[in-house]
């Protein structure tokens, strides 16, 4: 059974930093792509930042610059490194990662349980 686990967020002022990890665990045959997602109170859900493989990044264009998506394959983890944060950060953030369970399976998408990410000063 895949797990994803975040840790991280909490309450920032204005300008501050946060980091957001997801460990994953369980079983992977294959871990593709991994990044995160934030959902704003009456809003969608949007992507913020995505990480191949490969290592080849993509960023929303409201984060571009002070975001950063980072992940340890060894560990199986995903980093969100956010600076420079703004009150319209504010959302519950959540990781997701494309895997393939097993040799025998399709990839499929998998969550983290979310976390509260407040900034306000």
């Known amino acids: 059974q895949v797990q994803l686990v975040q840790s991280g967020g909490g309450l920032v002022q204005p300008g501050g930093s946060l980091r957001l990890s997801c460990a994953i665990s369980g079983s992977i045959f294959s871990l593709n792509r991994m990044g995160w997602y934030r959902q704003a109170p009456e809003k969608q859900r949007e992507r913020v930042a995505a990480?191949?493989?490969?290592?080849?990044?993509n960023y929303a264009d409201s984060v571009k610059g002070r975001f950063t998506i980072s992940r340890d394959n060894g560990n199986n983890t995903v980093y969100l490194q956010m600076n420079n944060l703004r009150p319209e950060d504010t959302a519950v953030y959540y990781c997701?990662?494309?895997?393939?369970?097993?040799?025998?399976?399709?990839?499929?998408?998998?969550w983290g349980q979310g976390t509260q990410v407040t900034v306000s000063s």
């Open positions: 997701n990662a494309g895997l393939v369970p097993a040799m025998w399976e399709y990839e499929d998408d998998y």
């Open positions: 990480i191949t493989s490969g290592g080849s990044t």
